[in-house]
């Protein structure tokens, strides 16, 4: 017997083991199978899930599981990512809580042991927490970004790229972080709104006593690095001026007034300072005017020698401060303004990022870029939803040269070495490098190899062929490659999918998936994003000690809509536990009528109408669920097998087959029997990729007489729509039975009718169908809406309540049953009482000053209650409505 209710606290953790002990979660290599792949977006080592791991996973998941009960050869392909700087921050926090020596003293070797050390010891704490989700990922196939076989794919690319002309080294500038002292990634930049100054300084005209061009500025401290001031090549006002020379206050330096069009006359005075060494956009403005760049902070954000001596040493706000106030002094500060301004922030170190010019590794992107915009444009990869190939174009077709070096010590080294004389050779390994060094000096050479490792996207960008084995020509790479789809979040489009498209299509000659699935972001039950600032973090392993992990499972999937953020509630986390509950009280109620299902049950030999009616029913959510996860559209998906399992199947089948049951015709009881169990069956294997462990646990304790499957669930084959299996005319007929007592259900609601009150029903204008459904669904029409009997009527009496259900009329005659009047009265409150609440919310909705000010989800808030409240109104209209025609 089913224990009374779902324990996922002991069920789940004993069901994982089992899966993965079974080797349920590799793929079958069965000769003729089709293959399916999805690379996992590997998680840094560091990591722990988050609600978007836990999104993110669960699609992925669901589909592995649907596409393995379909037959498919699947590999989940699953891995976690080196996290350069994020794993060696970890280290470096821990030896300091040790109060041991810092890495530089420790040496990079001893430093590089002691991270390894601690992956090994504590870098799978993640991949343990997506076990817990019920991820069935084939872990005896996990890698990492720093495996050995990933570093050797690593390298051949380095070395391919470098060969090519693909990789090569430039001074531009970077993001550096002043305090962890390396270039990072645009997604490691955190910008931050802060209130801040807008300095307005009168730049002197050379030669021209008296006469100044004002620039604005929030960064007065880089002016000691402006090698030029810009105007448009339009702007009558300066037009005479171009050409001419600046005297850089505070320096000795003339600098040129150069005509751009980044200069806008609209903005300011309409003269913009050029800082190349210290702004992306005035980097670019020097190098068409090829102007100087001169840096002019070190690499800690200290002003450096490149500034004239009463400066140098200061740090960038300190210099800022003592520069402002030398220009109030030489009468060249035009004023200051208050300015709200977005800050860059490193997110991890949490200081101001600097741009900053240095020589670092770069790929030639842009070239790289060509075939993998191609490749989108004719379809060979498609976005889902398709509006993000808008955002991938436009990313892709301004794609700037890419900066892969990091000043860190945990990574990939790069792969070059350095002669005495700066020579470069770029080389898998270091002997190789020692025999080009030996060809070019003609002599053993000392070489020093590049400190710098690789930016971490570099790696991953191999990750869907270097995973497979690649550069060895494997089984696996020539089963999988190209994978399937690509589940991933929009923020990465460009950091990872796009790599992943450049390096798939160069080095195999063949994009690394034909989709790309772009999930929304999770957000809190008010809309607002999830942050540690706000305190509105929702904790899934939280979620899942609570409610177990398939109700999670099951409300992010259920939300899942496409180009739709999730707004996640406990609540709806609470209601589809409630969803499972109500599932393993159905399989419980099951049991206890003996429904077990027969090995030779044909569901086609099945004569009740009320089990055909559910047969087809199973048949059409089998259909359309299928359709839901092919088109990626999940909350369709799963919005089907709950309608199926808690309307359909629990609140209709399970009540309209009790007559049955509880009758005499055992031809009919074991029938339905057997049907009810076939379809709880199917429900099963339809659930299980959503809801893996209570699926799996009834079905292996719900099984023909207790007797053990031959298969686990999760390796059983998907129940396929039979077109055969659907009898519409069944199906119109039980859905008249349905619509009949949720008629009369509603009447009894809506005139307050006590629950336990058998009534007479009369039915007036019933067509011979009608009347002969009536008579042979006599017993459960009673039964399922409480009335003591059903007659035919010409005449209706007055005193009725009435509805009509197609051609007829249903009475109800309400003498003796309601105080009508007392009723009407109430009804006519409940009505003022709502119309009251929606003035009130119509009060706010059109005072302009509230939609302007309050937050964006308290406005859907109100337009949400205001939605429920006339739906509520409408309800209370009709039952009044009902009420005056009784009369």
Known sequence: MLNKTFQPQEVEPRLYKEWEESGAFAPTDKPGNDAYCIVIPPPNVTGSLHMGHALNNTLQDTLVRFQRMQGKDVLWQCGTDHAGIATQMVVERQLQAENQTDRRTMGREAFVKRVWQWKEESGGTITGQLRRL?????????RFTMDEGLSKAVLKVFVQLYKEGLIYKDKRLVNWDPKLLTAISDLEVENKEVQGHMWHIRYPLAGREGEFVTVATTRPETLLGDTAVAVHPEDDRYKNLIGEKI?????????????????????????????????????EVGRRHHLEMINVLDETAHLNENVPLKYQGMERFEARARIVDDLKDLGLLEKVDDHTLQVPYGDRSNVVIEPWLTEQWYVNAAELAKPAIKAVEEGETVFVPKTWEKTYYEWMRNIQPWCISRQLWWGHQIPAWYGEDGEVFVAES????????????????????????????????????????WPDETPELKKYYKTDVLVTAFDIIFFWVARMMMFGLHFMKEVPFHTVYIHALVRDEHGQKMSKSKGNIVDPLELIDEYGADALRFTLMAMAAQGRDIQLATSRVEGYRNFGTKLWNAARFCEMNECFLSPDFDPSTARQTVNRWIISEVQKTSAAIKDGLDGYRFNDAAGAIYSFVWHIFC????????????????????????????????????????????????????????????????????PVARAELIDEVAAGEMDWVIRFVSEIRSIRAEMNIQAGARLPLLISGASAETLRRVDAHSDRLKQLARLESIKQASDLPEGCVQTVLDESTLAIPLAGVIDVAQETARLGKEIAKIDGEIAKIDGKLSNAKFIERAPEAVVEEQKTRRSDALQTREKLQEALDRLGHAR
């Open 134 to 142: 019920g991820a069935s990922c084939d872990w005896s196939r996990e």
């Open 247 to 283: 005297a850089l206050p505070l320096t000795d330096r003339l600098i040129p007034i150069v005509a751009d069009e980044h200069a806008d006359p609209e903005q300011g005075s309409g003269a913009v300072k050029i800082t190349p060494a210290h702004d992306f956009n005035d980097f």
């Open 430 to 469: 270091e002997e190789e490098a020692q025999e080009a060094a030996k060809a070019h000096y003609g002599r053993t050479a000392a070489l020093t190899r590049d400190e710098d490792v690789l930016d971490t996207w570099f790696s991953s960008g191999l990750w869907p062929f270097s995973t497979l084995g």
């Open 651 to 718: 609140d209709w089948h399970l009540e309209l087959i009790k007559p049955i049951l509880n009758g005499s015709d055992q031809d009919a009881i074991q029938e339905t029997r057997q049907t009810a169990a076939w379809v709880l069956d199917e429900i099963l294997k339809l659930l299980h990729p959503f809801m893996p462990f209570i699926t799996e646990e009834l079905w292996q304790r719900i099984a023909d007489n207790n007797l053990p499957r031959e298969a686990l669930l999760i390796k059983t084959s998907w």
